[in-house]
T-cell receptor, first 112, second 116 residues
């Protein structure tokens, strides 16, 4: 069965650079979540989308933005990267008719 | 508002002995509850879910959890631990409005160690 696809799996950026993380949800899933998991930390909610509209917002810095496109894939754009942005970024998708969320493998971002 | 408290940050058991990972939740409405497992450098895998049906939920790999509304708990158990169970476990709560969009709230995780 198709799963949530995230790309890239690994990314190394320098401070002050920009990064774009992509998430491809399971087909027919209309809800996408983004989470940030720092080393030894629990996942922190960043932002979510339902039917291409932002539906909820968590602790997402102003330097980050995200959107969900017409094909339901989502992109997380991160600018002016800081060392503290180094983390594992998870995307999850859910069918609005179902409560279960499926997670991607994550993108490990390292800022040097 | 919703929140999750995982009462133990680390649990250590011997192989073949029972596992108990504790989770308490707080929610203004009837929640949906999940347990996810994360192996080192891996993604999050769903173990089981409670969605207002049977209060005793069976999941993968022999895990089960019981939803107790009076105690606002959703503890995860397994009769006999296996070495491969060593991982981090997250209790997650969400509210289901039927239209998607509500965030998943994670507990702080419990690191399970299984010893020979």
């Amino acid at each position: 069965a198709a799963g949530v696809i995230q790309s890239p799996r690994h990314l190394i950026k320098e401070k002050r650079e920009t990064a774009t993380l992509k998430c491809y949800p399971i087909p027919r899933h209309d809800t996408v979540y983004w989470y940030q998991q720092g080393p030894g930390q629990d996942p922190q909610f960043l932002i979510s989308f339902y039917e291409k509209m932002q539906s909820d917002k968590g602790s997402i810095p102003d330097r980050f933005s995200a959107q969900q496109f017409s094909d339901y894939h989502s992109e997380l754009n991160m600018s002016s990267l800081e060392l503290g942005d180094s983390a594992l970024y998870f995307c999850a998708s859910r069918d609005g008719q179902n409560t279960e969320a499926f997670f991607g493998q994550g993108t490990r971002l390292t800022v040097v | 508002a919703q929140s999750v408290t995982q009462l133990d940050s680390h649990v250590s058991v011997s192989e073949g002995t029972p596992v108990l990972l504790r989770c308490n939740y707080s929610s203004s409405y009837s929640p949906s509850l999940f347990w996810y497992v994360q192996h080192p450098n891996k993604g999050l895998q769903l173990l089981l879910k409670y969605t207002s049906a049977a209060t005793l939920v069976k999941g993968i790999n022999g895990f089960e959890a019981e939803f107790k509304k009076s105690e606002t708990s959703f503890h995860l158990t397994k009769p006999s631990a296996h070495m491969s169970d060593a991982a981090e476990y997250f209790c997650v709560v969400t509210l289901f409005w039927g239209g998607g969009g509500n965030k998943l709230t994670f507990g702080t995780g419990t690191q399970l160690k299984v010893e020979l």
